[in-house]
């Protein structure tokens, strides 16, 4: 006769005794028991994938246009951890806003030709129901998840996407405990070399998402890191990609990587890097398979 203990609950009942605070929930990884909701394997060592581990939210990072970045902590209790990788770490959970709480009014602009898996829930965000609403908030985090994975699995400087679940995105915290990485835009490169160093960062960037048949669509100084993590060395990171444009599928595509070349090369300009942006278009566009 098949035994009628719930197994999973009873180990749970015993891992998850701590009472929660207002700012606490058990860790959402188990929820993401399907291999398109995890980040590429195999996982960082300081991914935390135990049942009992707890998200602490810690503050708000980041308030944009169609979604908010907070900063949380996962980590066992203090007394179950012993100090190994995978027991504790900080990551950035970005929460998207259905589009009636949105505030960016050009989403449509970035999202034609972008394809939705489920028909039903295309032709939903279509006549704009509330389930297309809900659909659509989960389709821009569906994109950057993806889109993540695919630029850090190419080797482009991106934060690794640990999660997806529903509208929320984890993914890496680019930053020591006590300081944000500082945003290029507010940042001065300390030498001409390190100025030279962005530029060639960027530039890869550019080509190598337009290699895999992107642009970024809203790449400037202002969404990439400068990361200060011990031992780093100042490496440059992309963030916030949900609105990148397929160059074939959208129509605007080209304008879009066009842009992205004159704002990242206008700022290099600024501080005394001269580049050319139609020589970095002309490059993506090789990358891409593409010519004008």
Not at 168 to 174: F, G, L, N, R, T
Not at 180 to 206: G, I, K, N, Y
């Amino acid at each position: 006769m098949p035994s009628s203990v719930d197994w999973d609950a009873l180990r749970l009942s015993f891992t998850r005794t701590p009472d929660l605070d207002e700012d606490q929930r058990w860790s959402t990884w188990e929820q993401t028991a399907h291999t398109v909701d995890r980040g590429p394997q195999p996982f960082p060592s300081w991914v935390v994938q135990h049942s009992g581990a707890i998200d602490t939210e810690l503050g708000v990072l980041k308030t944009g246009k169609e979604a908010d970045a907070f900063l949380i902590e996962r980590a066992l209790p203090a007394g179950q951890r012993t100090g190994a990788p995978g027991e504790s770490v900080l990551m950035v959970a970005k929460r998207y806003r259905t589009a009636e709480h949105s505030s960016f009014r050009r989403s449509q602009d970035y999202a034609q030709g972008r394809r939705v898996r489920d028909s039903r829930e295309m032709r939903a965000m279509a006549r704009g129901t509330a389930f297309g609403r809900q659909s659509a908030s989960g389709s821009w985090a569906r994109t950057e998840f993806d889109l993540l994975s695919t630029m850090w699995g190419a080797g482009l400087p991106v934060p690794y996407p640990v999660q997806i679940v529903g509208t929320e995105v984890c993914m890496e915290y680019i930053g020591d405990e006590g300081d944000a990485a500082p945003r290029l835009a507010e940042s001065t490169p300390a030498t001409p070399r390190e100025a030279c160093a962005w530029r060639d960062q960027l530039r890869e960037v550019v080509i190598g998402l337009a290699g895999l048949g992107f642009a970024h669509g809203d790449l400037s100084a202002y969404n990439v890191l400068v990361d200060n993590r011990p031992g780093s060395g100042g490496q440059l990171v992309v963030i916030d990609v949900p609105q990148a444009v397929d160059l074939v599928g959208n129509p605007a595509g080209i304008d879009f990587l066009a842009r992205d070349c004159r704002n990242l090369c206008a700022w290099l300009s600024s501080r005394g890097v001269m580049v050319d942006p139609e020589e970095w278009l002309r490059d993506a566009l090789a990358a891409a398979g593409l010519h004008v």
